[in-house]
């Protein structure tokens, strides 16, 4: 009778630890051929069989790394909301140290592209005072230096990349930093009509805000001169003033706007020929 129960017990463990081998080939299978479309850039077909993995993945062995390809696929495919939802899933079932920074990196990357800088700076943060990636900290610092770049702070980017001897995104934040116009100058500057405008490099604009200005004041002066009191207010706060006050308006607008420029043929410049590590 004991040696029937143990034959029995046998055939139940080799049953079972077959199934088991079983399931996890086939898990296997799964994982590599969804990975191969991620390779493959089908990036849509990855999700789908991604999903299909954590779905009959009762063992939960690709837990982590089925939810940190789909993020990574939504993140090519231009879904960042999706993207951040399941790299969060990935860093929350993280099994290991590196697989929590690499998932942190990664959702700090969306952050970056979506503008929302201060959750990155946030992140970025925590990193550095983190004991487990001491070792990290240049990384870190390299990711503030593209943080400080999506933030439109070329000058604390330029400082960052200076500190990590990234010398070339140095320069460049650098370069783009002294190119930039401010805005405020602009404005101040334009007390004097047209020297905003002057200063933005927008000549013709400058002269006529400069010959508009001139026009009026003169008949607003020549007005009062004359006892034409009530056509010198009128002159004076109808169109005078509108054009002075719009020459303010105007250079401060062209600062913003050519600031504008510069910024995005800057990004355009680091998508295209920077070889680097980018967001």
Same mark, same amino acid.
């Given at each position: ?10 055939f139940l463990l080799i049953t079972?630890?077959?199934? @088991? ?8 299978? #799964? ?5 191969? @479309?991620? !390779?493959?850039?089908?990036?849509? !077909?990855?999700?789908? %069989? ?7 993945? %009762? ?34 079932? /993280? $099994?290991?140290d590196e697989e929590f920074y ?22 970025? &943060? ?12 240049? !990384? ?14 070329? %000058?604390?980017?330029? !400082? ?6 990234? =010398? #070339? ?5 650098? /370069?783009?930093?002294?190119? @930039? ?14 020297? $905003?405008?002057?200063?933005?490099? %927008? ?11 001139? @026009? ?5 002066? &020549? ?25 303010? #308006?105007?250079?401060?607008k062209f600062a913003v706007e ?5 910024? =995005? /043929? ?10 680097? &590590?980018?967001?």
């Amino acid at each position: 009778m004991t040696s029937v129960i143990k034959n029995i017990t046998f055939f139940l463990l080799i049953t079972i630890g077959t199934n @088991l081998l079983f399931a996890q080939n086939t898990f296997d299978i #799964q994982f590599n051929y969804a990975n191969k @479309l991620f !390779e493959d850039e089908n990036y849509f !077909e990855a999700v789908t %069989e991604f999903k299909r993995l954590s779905f009959f993945d %009762e063992t939960q062995t690709y837990e982590f790394d089925a939810n940190f390809l789909i993020g990574l696929s939504y993140k090519h495919g231009g879904m960042f909301s999706e993207a951040l939802q399941y790299l969060s899933l990935a860093k929350l079932k /993280s $099994g290991s140290d590196e697989e929590f920074y690499t998932s942190s990196i990664e959702i700090i990357k969306i952050n970056i592209l979506r503008r929302t800088t201060f959750k990155a700076f946030s992140m970025l &943060d925590s990193l550095a005072i983190d004991r487990r990636f001491k070792d990290k900290i240049i !990384e870190i610092n390299y990711w503030k230096g593209w943080t400080y770049i999506f933030s439109n702070d070329w %000058e604390k980017a330029g !400082e960052t990349f200076t500190k990590i001897n990234q =010398n #070339q995104m140095a320069v460049l934040c650098d /370069s783009i930093n002294n190119n @930039l116009y401010n805005p405020q100058l602009a404005k101040y500057l334009s007390i004097i009509p047209g020297a $905003g405008q002057f200063y933005t490099g %927008e000549y013709v604009s400058g002269l006529l805000s400069i010959g508009w200005n001139v @026009l009026w004041g003169y008949l607003t002066i &020549d007005a009062f001169i004359d006892d034409r009191v009530l056509d010198g207010v009128l002159i004076g706060s109808l169109l005078w003033w509108r054009f002075y006050s719009g020459n303010i #308006q105007n250079a401060e607008k062209f600062a913003v706007e050519k600031n504008l420029h510069i910024t =995005n /043929s800057a990004l355009l410049y680091l998508q295209n020929n920077y070889s680097g &590590d980018k967001p």
